[in-house]
C-alpha cells in the first residue's frame, strides 16, 4: 500500500527549479572538500513529528490529514512503519531517529508495551534489509505518561525510577537490534517545579546512578552506540538539570562521565535557554563534546519550543562553521526534530518540510566550507587577539608571570590602545559569502 501516492522521489533540480517537490541546493552526490553532501549532513527524519505528530496545540485539537490515521492501536503502528520507509525511500533519508512510544503503543502493563514494541521492531528491522536508511539515535519515552509526574531517573518514587531504568534496559536492546549510531538521553521530566520540596542532590545522584548502570548495561550487550545527552532548560518542568550544554558538562564531569557521553544539540532548545545555537555547538565542539544535532528552530515572537523546520540560512552557515571546524559529527548526523506548521496540515507538505530544511543545511554547508577555505573568520580571531602572541601575552598564555610582574608591567603602561571589533563588518562579509556562493548557479 501506498500512503504517498501523489509524490514520486525527490530528486536534486538546481537552485533554477520551480517543482515544489525537488532539491534546490541539497544535491547528496555533490562533494565538498572530499566528501559528498549526503556523507557529510547526515540527515535523520524525526519519526514522531513526521508519523505520529496530529498537530495539536495547547488550544485545538489536531489538524493533521495523515492516511494511516484510518487505522487505530497495533494497526495504525504497523501502518506507520510502511508510511515511514517509502517516505524515506522516497526523500533519500539516510537515516531517522524515535522514541519506544512513537513506533509502538504503550499496553496497560510493562510487559504488553515490551510485546508491541518487540513486533514493530522486528517489521522495522525487516524494512531495514531493503532500505538505505539506517537508525541514527532511539530512545525512550520517559516523560510522557502520568508516572513521570515527578522525573523518572529523578524521580522521588523509587518504584518510577525502576520501571523507566527497565525501559531503558528495553530501548537499549532495541538499539542494538536495529544498529542504532547512537542513543540519546532527553530529561524531559529530569528537574524540579520548586526547591521547597526538592531533595536536589539526592536527585542528581540518582540520575548519575541512572545514567552509570545504563552504560555497563550497554557494555554488558555489545551495544557500543555513542550515548547522548539533549539538554533543555525547561519546559515542561521549570529547571531541567540538562539546561544547557555547560550545566550538562558540568554534571557529566563531576559523576565521572565525561568520557561516556556527547551532546545531541537543538536549535530550538539553544534559544530557549538564552543561548545561540551557534554558543551550543561552539562549547560543546571545543571541549570535545559535540555529537549530534536537532535540526529545527524556534519562533522569535514565541516563548516555547514551536520546533519549527529550519530554514533561517544565517543559523544554518554559522551551525554548519561549527560542525565542519569539529570535523564533521562522527557517528551523529543532522535530525530534524521539527514539525509542520499547524495550518501545513496535509501529507505532501511533510516532503515540502523536509526539501526546506535539507536545502537550507546544504546552503549553510557550502557556505561554510567557502568561509574555512578562505580563513575568513579564523583571521579576524587571530588578529583579534594577537596580542597574546609576543611579549606579555605570550607569558600569561605560557603561565610564565604572576600578579606581581603583571603589576609592575601596568605600572609601566602610559595607555591602553583598543581595536575596533568591527561586528558590523563581519556580519556584512557573512551576508557576501551568502549571495555569492550561489551567484552562477
Known sequence: MSYFNNISKI??????????????????????????????????????????????DPFGAGTAIRPWDKFTGMDQAKAR??????????????????????????????????????TIVAMIKEY????????LW???????????????GSSSNADVFAYAAAKVKKGLEVGKELG???????????????????????????????????NDYAKEIGFDAQFLIEPKPKEPTSHQYDFDVASGYAFLQHYGLQDVFKFNIEANHATLAGHTFEHELHYARIHDMLGSVDANQGHPLLGWDTDEFPTDLHTSVLAMYEILKNG?????????????????????????????????????????????????LENIVDDRYKTYKD???LDIVEG???????????LGLKEINNESGKLESIKATINQYLLTTFAGE
Request: hydrophobic letters at 40%.
Open 328 to 376: 564533521g559529527l562522527g557517528r551523529g548526523g543532522l535530525n530534524f526534530d521539527a514539525k509542520v506548521r499547524r495550518g501545513s496540515f496535509a501529507p505532501e507538505d511533510l516532503f515540502h518540510a523536509h526539501i526546506a530544511g535539507m536545502d537550507g543545511y546544504a546552503v549553510g554547508l557550502k557556505v561554510a566550507q567557502r568561509l574555512i577555505d578562505d580563513k575568513v
Open 400 to 410: 610564565k608571570t604572576d600578579l606581581h610582574k603583571l603589576e609592575e608591567y601596568a
Open 391 to 393: 611579549g606579555i601575552g
Open 81 to 118: 512503519v510502511e508510511a515511514a520507509f517509502e517516505f524515506f525511500e522516497k526523500i533519500n533519508a539516510p537515516f531517522f531517529a524515535f522514541h519506544d512510544v512513537d513506533i509502538a503503543p504503550e499496553g496497560d502493563t510493562l510487559a504488553e508495551s515490551n510485546k508491541n514494541l518487540d
Open 180 to 214: 542504532a549510531e547512537n542513543y540519546v538521553f532527553w530529561g524531559g521530566r529530569e528537574g524540579y517545579e520548586t526547591l521547597l520540596n526538592t531533595d536536589m542532590k539526592l536527585e542528581m545522584d540518582n540520575l548519575g546512578r541512572f545514567f552509570h548502570m545504563a
Open 138 to 152: 532511539n530512545t525512550v519515552n520517559n516523560f510522557s505518561n502520568p508516572r513521570f509526574v515527578h522525573g523518572a
Open 128 to 135: 531495514m534489509k531493503d532500505s538505505k536508511t539506517k537508525l
Open 11 to 56: 530528486k536534486y533540480e538546481g537552485a533554477k527549479s520551480n517543482n515544489p517537490l525537488a532539491f534546490k541546493f541539497y544535491n547528496p552526490e555533490e562533494k565538498i572538500n572530499g566528501k559528498t553532501m549526503e556523507e557529510i549532513l547526515r540527515f535523520g527524519v524525526a519519526y514522531w513529528h513526521t508519523f505520529t505528530e496530529d498537530l495539536s
